[in-house]
């Protein structure tokens, strides 16, 4: 399969002089569930950000579908959607049916395609039942929700989650890693970053581990959960006695 994510000696370096990237190359292919595991600092989050504009890089580039993100941000904003482990920060709308519209609305659809997109949106997130109700009333489990509702309406290529399941309970990492797994089904290409392996790591088939702004593992999810602890991230003790696959918080 042909890559769909291109990213070459990308290097990013904060106003204060912290380096968050130090010359990344990665290429992710089209389809793949990819988890980026590392611990709080290891370049995570930030890598995530340049694949849809939101930071540009110091040097290096990033191409989404061939197309320089650097070069046409807006672009890659709606091949890249983006799940932040804030769910509130990406709320705008006055009810759940606004805050899903959003989207579709600044590509400028017609009336009849967004409302069309945006009921299917909520009732494959089983949100139809909230469409009136205030986002900011929901849980968090449905509030994350509702972000993948409002990425499903953009029908972007890359999916891109960072930290979905953090603060949420039991019931929630379901609902959540459930709609992920649809997205996946569905043929989209899923990025998760995440320090807590054995919430997703069963769904995926690439692993990454990031440390100091680098990519420091990269493989398979079985050849390489055995170090996960030598990159600050909790080895999911299931994985000795029953294998990666057996993980899976919806089985």
Request: hydrophobic share 45%; charged share 25%.
């Amino acid at each position: 399969m042909s890559a769909i994510i291109e990213i070459e000696n990308l290097t990013h370096r904060f106003a204060d002089g912290t380096v968050g990237l130090d010359r990344v190359t990665v290429e992710i292919e089209a389809g793949a569930f990819v988890v980026i595991a590392g611990a709080n600092g290891s370049g995570k989050t930030t890598l995530l950000r340049h694949l849809n504009g939101l930071l540009r890089p110091t040097s290096g580039s990033v191409r989404v579908a061939g197309i320089s993100v650097q070069e046409n941000p807006m672009q890659s904003r709606v091949l890249v959607g983006m799940v932040f482990q804030d769910a509130d920060s990406q709320i705008v709308g006055e009810t759940v049916r606004d805050d899903v519209a959003f989207g579709p609305e600044n590509l400028r659809l017609d009336r009849a395609e967004i409302d069309r997109r945006v009921g299917e949106a909520l009732s494959v997130t089983g949100l139809t039942p909230l469409a009136d109700k205030r986002p900011h009333l929901l849980s968090g489990g449905e509030k994350r929700r509702l972000a993948i509702a409002g990425i499903l309406a953009m029908r972007p290529r890359v999916v891109v989650c960072d930290e979905p399941f953090a603060n949420l309970d039991y019931p929630g990492v379901r609902q959540v890693l459930d709609q992920i797994l649809r997205l996946h089904r569905a043929g989209g290409t899923i990025i998760v970053t995440t320090h807590d392996l054995e919430k997703v790591l069963a769904h995926a088939n690439r692993l990454i581990f990031m440390r100091g702004g680098r990519i420091e593992g990269d493989g398979p999810p079985p050849a390489l959960v055995a170090r996960a602890e030598s990159f600050g991230v909790r080895h999911p003790r299931a994985v000795q006695h029953l294998g990666v696959e057996a993980l899976s918080w919806l089985s």
